[in-house]
């Protein structure tokens, strides 16, 4: 018998990349997926969120957080932070972040529902910046 979609929202993603799958009132579920902008040759950005936190859960794959210690004039010193399948990780508010993904990577976001630019902040890097695996 199959369950009515006004009780169960089945959703998922294979693509590439980010994508916000469900959003309920102040909270949005996401998959990232592994996309060439997410190999340490092309990161060209830490970001981070003013409002939040920010959790990722590694579901498949291998995957690491690029993590910086600064403040609003640097990223500080990165570290590189070797994900765990079915482990949470939860970036605090205020936190230098992006991710290192390799093929077949799949990673669960969780995070507010206004999460966006326009509450975050962009550092650029440079590859010789970040650490390597």
Known sequence: ????????????????????????????????????????????????????????????????????????DSAGEISLVHMEKNKLYNVKRGVWHNCLTSPGTALLIVENSNTARENGNRMAVTPDMLPEK
């Open 1 to 72: 018998m199959a369950v009515s979609t006004n009780l169960v929202e089945i959703v998922s993603h294979d693509g590439p990349d980010y994508k916000p799958l469900v959003d309920f009132e102040s909270w949005r579920v996401a998959i990232l997926n592994d996309a060439d902008k997410f190999r340490r040759e092309n990161t060209t950005f830490l970001e981070r969120h003013n409002l939040t936190d920010e959790v990722f859960v590694l579901l498949e794959g291998d995957s690491y957080l690029y993590i910086g210690d600064g403040g609003d």
